[in-house]
């Protein structure tokens, strides 16, 4: 009697490849698994020690062994921070002009007895002469304005006075015109002798001669220039 023959069947190589593939692998997990448990003290089912808020390490520990939240993870480093702007350069400190020098007013006191004779408005030789040196003062300054006032001792009536004193004013006023002096920047007045500087009272009782030598004082003319001036002032003369 003849039995049948039995045949193997073997199975395909992929699917024993692939099967040797996975037991490695398993393998390779548990052993990974069973080296970070060994680096801790466990308890229970593999449950870790704590102490003072931190697992207990074994002596087979090593870095990079992780069991359950035991190690910090890893801290990322922090992007670096933008590098500050520079900060603007300060701005140039520009000083400010300095203002201009305020106007100067100066006064020249110029005695009319040099300038004329008594009672005369007619410029006498030597007043041309004290006239053109204030002429040169002036121009020697810068000048805005020159005002001329002319004043009169008190023989006669205030109105004679007054208008005696400002003829003799515009007098000096066209002199200096003529000597280059601004004709627009001149001004001429007369206030007779409404601010004397000696009185009839002071001279008393004289001969009329004496009484006009006595209040000679009183005849005079005040220049006065507005403006920067570089020479200081002068007076001239004594003559009626």
Request: hydrophobic fraction near 40%; charge should be negative; include cysteine.
């Amino acid at each position: 009697m003849q039995f049948p023959s039995r045949s193997t069947q073997r199975p395909p190589r992929t699917l024993l490849r692939w099967s040797a593939a996975a037991a490695m692998i398993a393998l390779a997990c548990g052993a990974h698994a069973a080296d970070d448990v060994s680096g801790y003290l466990t308890y229970g089912a593999g449950q870790p020690v704590i102490s003072s808020g931190k697992c207990v390490h074994s002596l087979e520990w090593q870095s990079g062994m992780q069991l359950a939240d035991c190690e910090p993870k890893p801290v990322q480093a922090a992007a670096p921070q933008p590098a500050p702007a520079p900060a603007p350069e300060p701005a140039p400190v520009v000083e400010a002009p300095k203002p201009p020098p305020a106007p100067l007013v100066v006064p020249f006191r110029l005695s009319l007895d040099a300038l004329f004779d008594f009672d005369s408005t007619t410029l006498k030789p030597e007043g041309r002469a004290a006239l053109d040196l204030l002429a040169g003062q002036i121009a020697d300054a810068n000048y805005q304005s020159v005002q001329i006032v002319g004043h009169a001792d008190p023989l006669g009536t205030a109105s004679y006075n007054r208008a005696l004193s400002e003829r003799r004013a515009q007098v000096m006023a066209a002199y200096l015109a003529e000597r280059g002096v601004d004709a627009a920047k001149i001004s001429a007045s007369g206030a007779g002798s409404a601010d004397p500087q000696i009185t009839l009272a002071d001279c008393g009782r004289r001969p009329h001669a004496a009484l006009i030598e006595c209040l000679q004082p009183n005849r005079y003319a005040e220049v006065s220039v507005t403006g920067t001036v570089q020479q200081a002032a002068t007076s001239t003369g004594d003559t009626k």
